[in-house]
């Protein structure tokens, strides 16, 4: 581990786990074995990273979130306090599901809102944005907005984290950073 590094005292970081410098590790946090995080990370209060758990850079986790084995999240993600990541689909306290875990993978810049869940083996799209308390049951396009429970896609969100309304042309511009998206066949691209 880098000296960048901050761990606050009364958390465990496993000696194989590899954070990037710039990360900080705040109150009663446990990462453990093989976890590879990125570069300026920040972990809240009461997280735990399980075995292999790999994420990017400036990923920001907030307070009681648990990121399970075969989860991985990419650059710039978003997990808001509480939300829950699952990786079996059918858990029984009496039969052994390991190795049969199913894989997440939360792509760059996506957001997770407070207390949603996200059912093991949906990937959320590219700055994809999952509402509070939301219930993910399956795969989450790119800009994305989802709500509900189960969540349904509500409309589309820009890299800035506002709503895109699309004109007649499929073609939207973020109110904060002036970037364009184009709507085509119900999935979004920034085109500027």
């Known amino acids: ?75 710039d993600v978003f997990l808001g306090p509480s939300m829950v990541f699952t990786n079996v689909t059918n858990p029984r306290s009496a039969v052994v599901r390991r190795g049969q875990y199913a894989k997440t993978i939360v792509k760059k810049g996506a957001s997770i809102g407070a207390n949603a869940t996200i059912v093991c083996g949906h990937d959320i799209g590219e700055f994809a944005f999952i509402g509070a308390g939301s219930v993910v049951t399956k795969t989450v396009p790119a800009y994305a907005l989802m709500v509900g429970n189960p969540a349904k896609q509500m409309g589309w969100m820009s890299e800035y984290g506002h709503r895109l309304n699309f004109d007649i042309n499929g073609i939207a511009i973020c109110p904060e950073s002036k970037q364009e998206y184009k709507l085509e066949n119900n999935s979004v691209r920034r085109i500027s």
Do not use: P, R
């Open 1 to 75: 581990m880098s000296n960048e590094v901050f761990i606050h005292e009364s958390s465990y970081v496993h000696e194989t786990a590899k954070l990037g410098k710039g990360t900080k590790v705040w109150h009663f946090v446990h990462i453990m074995q093989n976890a590879l995080i990125g570069e300026g990370c920040i972990f809240g209060q009461n997280v735990m990273v399980a075995n292999d758990v790999k994420l990017g850079n400036n990923v920001k986790v907030q307070n009681n979130v648990a990121i399970y084995t075969g989860v991985e999240c990419e650059d």
